[in-house]
């Protein structure tokens, strides 16, 4: 089994910075495809960010393109998300997810093999 916990998030002025890390538990950690997904209040959650087993492949949503970069380090396994040029838009609570397949953490809310708990992120204007 796999365990993820979040941590990094916070408050930031609109144009700052944070960087989220969601650490994971177990021997399988680097077989996993991972991402982060987000939920603010009154909407549903979405995609944010997903990277392969390896690292080399990624995928952001559009609304974080340019802004927000996603990467891992299998040795500490630790995946990481760098939020640059943060808006309002941005805050909701982040969930860091994991599966064995790499469509599933882009595309799938419901069936994901496992979430953190989440860290919240809070954008002041």
């Known amino acids: 089994q796999v365990q993820l916990v979040e941590s990094g998030g916070g408050l930031v002025q609109a144009g700052g910075s944070l960087r989220l890390s969601c650490a994971a538990s177990?021997?399988?950690?680097?077989?996993?495809?991972m991402g982060w997904w987000r939920q603010a209040p009154g909407k549903e959650r979405e995609f944010v960010a997903a990277?392969?087993?390896?690292?080399?492949?990624?995928y952001y949503a559009d609304s974080v393109k340019g802004r927000f970069t996603i990467s891992r380090d299998n040795a500490k396994n630790t995946v990481y998300l760098q939020m640059n040029n943060l808006q309002p838009d941005d805050t909701a609570v982040y969930y860091c997810?994991?599966?064995?397949?790499?469509?599933?953490?882009?595309?799938?809310?419901?069936?994901?093999?496992?979430w953190g708990t989440g860290t919240l992120v809070t954008v002041s204007s």
């Open positions: 177990g021997r399988t950690f680097n077989s996993y495809a």
């Open positions: 997810a994991a599966d064995r397949d790499l469509q599933t953490v882009r595309l799938s809310n419901s069936g994901m093999d496992y």
């Open positions: 990277i392969s087993w390896g690292g080399g492949t990624a």
